[in-house]
């Protein structure tokens, strides 16, 4: 009964290195997306998947790219990691029926750039 | 476009007493309506939702929330709040279009004993 994981859950990055961030779920669920959370800003869409395959931009896309292989995974990278991407990442999933249900999140990555 | 405003940034109250937090949205159409906790270090969790019928909906941990259309208002009420009970709370619309979500900047809730 995992939800949705996350990996790493913590990572320190220097400047202009480049990592990627696991999203996993076993919902079945054809949604994901991704999130960056900063003090006192609530939480920013970076990109979104609605299926296996497919991604779009969100709000704040630039410096980083996706990919959706596979259902259960969402993967977000950087390739060029900058100080103003350090922030807590979360990745969520939702099950799209006929209305919005809401996300499933999961306990997040606290990603520093140095 | 959406929009999700929280006018409190922090609120305190004592254990027991009543809480009431407010919620302001921005959205064209029927709104999805969604109420989520943050605990220190850890992901966000759905409290409740709410997308039609009775406006008033009950939610995890003996939250409810009332849906307000006049006053585009969607505020989470808990009559007798638990130290437990502290922590970020995050407002949010959803839309149909991949049910893509605006949150609010959160409110943070102190719990005095």
């Known amino acids: 009964n995992a939800g949705v994981t996350q990996t790493p859950k913590f990572r320190v990055l220097k400047t202009g290195q480049s990592m990627t961030l696991l999203c996993a779920q076993d919902m079945n669920h054809e949604y994901m997306y991704w999130y960056r959370q900063d003090p006192g800003m609530g939480l920013r869409l970076i990109h979104y998947s609605v299926g296996e395959g497919t991604t779009a931009k969100g709000e704040v896309p630039d410096g980083y790219n996706v990919s959706r292989l596979k259902k259960q995974n969402f993967l977000l990278g950087l390739e060029s990691a900058a100080p103003s991407q350090t922030s807590v990442y979360f990745c969520?999933?939702?099950?799209?029926?006929?209305?919005?249900?809401?996300?499933?999140f999961g306990s997040g990555t606290r990603l520093t750039v140095v | 476009a959406q929009s999700v405003t929280q006018p409190d940034i922090h609120i305190t109250v004592s254990e027991g007493a009543s809480l009431e937090l407010r919620c302001n949205y921005s959205?064209?159409?029927?709104?999805?309506l969604f109420w989520y906790v943050q605990s220190p270090g850890q992901g966000l969790q759905l409290l409740l939702k709410y997308f039609s019928g009775d406006t008033l909906v009950q939610g995890i941990k003996g939250f409810e929330a009332e849906f307000k259309r006049s006053q585009s208002s969607f505020n989470l009420r808990k009559p007798s709040v638990h130290w437990s009970d502290a922590a970020e709370y995050f407002c949010?619309?959803?839309?149909?279009?991949?049910?893509?979500?605006?949150f609010g900047d959160g409110t943070t809730l102190t719990v005095k004993p």
């Open positions: 959205y064209g159409a029927t709104p999805y």
């Open positions: 949010a619309v959803g839309a149909g279009d991949a049910g893509k979500s605006t």
């Open positions: 969520a999933s939702s099950y799209l029926g006929q209305a919005n249900y809401g996300y499933t």
